[in-house]
Each structure stands twice: as structure tokens, then as C-alpha cells.
């Protein structure tokens, strides 16, 4: 992440120490490193005195309001309806269109940010600051914070070790590198409880996830000689359970996790009738590649796509069983 890097790093303070008044956005339905690398920005921000405001289509997760600042995570709702920003930066967004709604708070002419490491980022800031050979985008702040001079303190250290942890799987996916690892020590000598924050986000689980996990596993098909395995979740399940998006998460992992299995899907049906696919590769088998051309992105192996009916669903599981290397 240093060398080739080194210019995107300074192009990424000199915005940041350009303006006044920034917005931090991230993805919708937003994730451990999504609300970590908001709040570490504003961490960031605040040292460098700046006026900063951070909001999100949808609301920070139950499990992740543990985390230092999330109270100042602003809906959409409670923005001044006249309320528009002029320098933006966009955390763990994909593309711009994850943004979602926020993005008609945008002014016109208005200068973006765009730190993340997803290997399908089409650039589409002013100022892009993308890496992605880094495991997290908390990891990419890691650096640019280091780049400021700024030594982190122990709240943001637990927002740095947060993204980094639910973006590696705990430490278990294959983008745990070395620096991976060097990065966590520093955070932990920093003061993040790195018990305590795996023990809240890893180990435990609500009843209505309990519940999702009962109903994914009864519902698993499996397909192409077993190397393909599908759960479905329909929005009247979500309702009848009182499960909110974030109960899903990690629930494509246990279609994963089955010995044989070279790709793992979660089929999420929404109430406009679409389906969200959230895919995972246990394997060579590139996922991101599959859910670009269904209008998607991700990484290599994991990745996600929205698809409009059951012909898009079975051109998806067709589309996968053709990218299986034969055996």
C-alpha cells in the first residue's frame, strides 16, 4: 500500500485540508467496515478542524452502536430538507450508486472523496484513493491517518480494528495478510479491546439471526455435482421473524463453508419484487466477475448484485456453474 500509492495518499489529505465543511457517506445497508471507515474519517476530520456532518440511507446496525461517534450517523430524514453539500467523501463504496438516496444532498458541482478497496470501483470521485489489495477500507485509513501525523487514540484505534475484523471474517479469509496483521498489533497497542469487539461482533448472535440460520439451512439446493450451493430468505420471512437487513449478515457463509461447495449464495427477495445475491467464492472462482455482469461488484470472493426476477436468478446459478473449472 506505499510506494505507487504514495501520490493518492497526499491528493487524499490536500482535499481533506482543502474545504470547510464535508459530508461522509457510505454504502447503503451498511457494514462493520462501512460505519467504522465513516466514523474513523470523521475521527480524522474532527483533528484536522474541520466542520463535518456523517449520514446514511439506512440506520448503523444494533450490533455496531458500540462504536465510538455511530450517535452521529444522521438518517436522510433528519438532514435539513435545503441542507446541500459541496465536499463529500465516500467511504466503502463500491460505486456511486450504493450511495443511494443521499447522493440528492449532493450540490451541484460538488467535489467527492472516493476511498475504497473493492477491486470493481470505477473511480468516480474527483479524488480517488482506492486500493485494493487492502483487506478493508478501514485499513486504507489506517495509512491515510498515519499519513496525517495524527497518532490514533484508543476509540479510533477500536473503529480501525472493527473494519478491519468484520472484513477478513475474523482474521480467516484469504485477504489476512501480513500487513493485515501488522496493522491489527498497532491497533491493539493503540487500546482497541480486540476481545471484546470479536466476542460483540463474531461470537454473538441475535434470536431473529438464530431464526434465519434455521430457515437458510432447511431451504439449502444444491446444484452443478454439489459445487454450488443457494438459500433463499423472502421478505415475508424478514417480516414474520422481525428481522432487520443486519441479521442476514454471514449467512452466505455457512452455503460456503460446506466441504465441496466452490461457491455459496444467499438470495434475498425485496419487497419491490427484485432479489439482492450476496455471493461467496471458497475458491478460484471469481464472483466479483459473475456480479459485474449482472450490474454488480465485489471482490474476487465476495461479491453481491440485485436481479429483477426467477429468469435473472437462474441466468445468475447458470452463469456460476459455467465459470466452474471442470473437474
Given at each position: 500500500m506505499s510506494g505507487g500509492m504514495h501520490r493518492d495518499f497526499e491528493a487524499a489529505m490536500s482535499f481533506l485540508n482543502e474545504g470547510d465543511d464535508y459530508l461522509?457517506?457510505?454504502?447503503?445497508?451498511?457494514?462493520?467496515?462501512?460505519?467504522?471507515?465513516?466514523?474513523?474519517?470523521?475521527?480524522?476530520?474532527?483533528?484536522?478542524?474541520?466542520r463535518v456532518v456523517l449520514a446514511n440511507q439506512d440506520p448503523v446496525p444494533d450490533r455496531l452502536r458500540f462504536l465510538s461517534g455511530s450517535?452521529?450517523?444522521?438518517?436522510?430524514?433528519?438532514?435539513a430538507p435545503d441542507l446541500r453539500f459541496k465536499r463529500i467523501v465516500a467511504v466503502d463504496c463500491a460505486d456511486f450508486k450504493r450511495i443511494g438516496q443521499l447522493s440528492e444532498r449532493f450540490a451541484e458541482g460538488a467535489e467527492l472523496l472516493n476511498i475504497d478497496h473493492h477491486p470493481t470501483n470505477d473511480a468516480y470521485g474527483v479524488?480517488?484513493?482506492?486500493?485494493?489489495?487492502?483487506?478493508?477500507?478501514?485499513?486504507?485509513?489506517?495509512?491515510?491517518?498515519?499519513?496525517?501525523?495524527?497518532?490514533?487514540?484508543?476509540?479510533?484505534a477500536e473503529l480501525l480494528y472493527t473494519g478491519l475484523l468484520t472484513d477478513t471474517g475474523g482474521?480467516?479469509?484469504?485477504?489476512?495478510?501480513?500487513?493485515?496483521?501488522?496493522?491489527?498489533?498497532?491497533?491493539?497497542?493503540?487500546?482497541?479491546?480486540?476481545?471484546?469487539?470479536?466476542?460483540?461482533?463474531?461470537?454473538?448472535?441475535?434470536?431473529?439471526?438464530?431464526?434465519l440460520l434455521r430457515l437458510g439451512l432447511n431451504r439449502m439446493e444444491f446444484r452443478f455435482d454439489d459445487r454450488v450451493c443457494s438459500m433463499l430468505i423472502t421478505p415475508e420471512d424478514m417480516a414474520e421473524i422481525g428481522a432487520a437487513p443486519e441479521d442476514l449478515e454471514g449467512?452466505?457463509?455457512?452455503?460456503?463453508?460446506?466441504?465441496?461447495?466452490?461457491?455459496?449464495?444467499?438470495?434475498?427477495?425485496?419487497?419491490?419484487?427484485?432479489?439482492?445475491?450476496?455471493?461467496?467464492?471458497?475458491?478460484?472462482?471469481d464472483v466479483a466477475a459473475i456480479a459485474s455482469a449482472f450490474g454488480g461488484?465485489?471482490?474476487?470472493?465476495?461479491?453481491g448484485c440485485r436481479l429483477e426476477d426467477d429468469v435473472q436468478i437462474e441466468a445468475l446459478l447458470s452463469a456460476i456453474g459455467e465459470a466452474l473449472e471442470p473437474r
Open positions: 461522509v457517506v457510505s454504502h447503503v445497508q451498511p457494514d462493520g467496515d462501512a460505519i467504522s471507515s465513516t466514523l474513523a474519517a470523521a475521527w480524522l476530520l474532527d483533528r484536522l478542524g474541520k450517535e452521529r450517523i444522521l438518517s436522510l430524514d433528519s438532514l479524488c480517488n484513493l482506492i486500493v485494493p489489495e487492502a483487506a478493508a477500507t478501514a485499513q486504507i485509513l489506517f495509512e491515510l491517518i498515519a499519513a496525517s501525523g495524527h497518532a490514533l487514540d484508543a476509540a479510533a482474521f480467516r479469509y484469504s485477504n489476512t495478510d501480513t500487513r493485515v496483521m501488522q496493522t491489527a498489533a498497532r491497533l491493539l497497542e493503540a487500546g482497541a479491546d480486540g476481545y471484546r469487539i470479536a466476542d460483540r461482533l463474531l461470537e454473538t448472535m441475535t434470536l431473529p439471526q438464530l431464526k449467512l452466505v457463509n455457512y452455503a460456503r463453508n460446506v466441504e465441496g461447495v466452490e461457491a455459496g449464495v444467499l438470495l434475498k427477495g425485496l419487497r419491490d419484487g427484485s432479489v439482492k445475491a450476496s455471493l461467496r467464492s471458497g475458491g478460484t472462482l461488484g465485489g471482490h474476487i470472493r465476495a461479491a
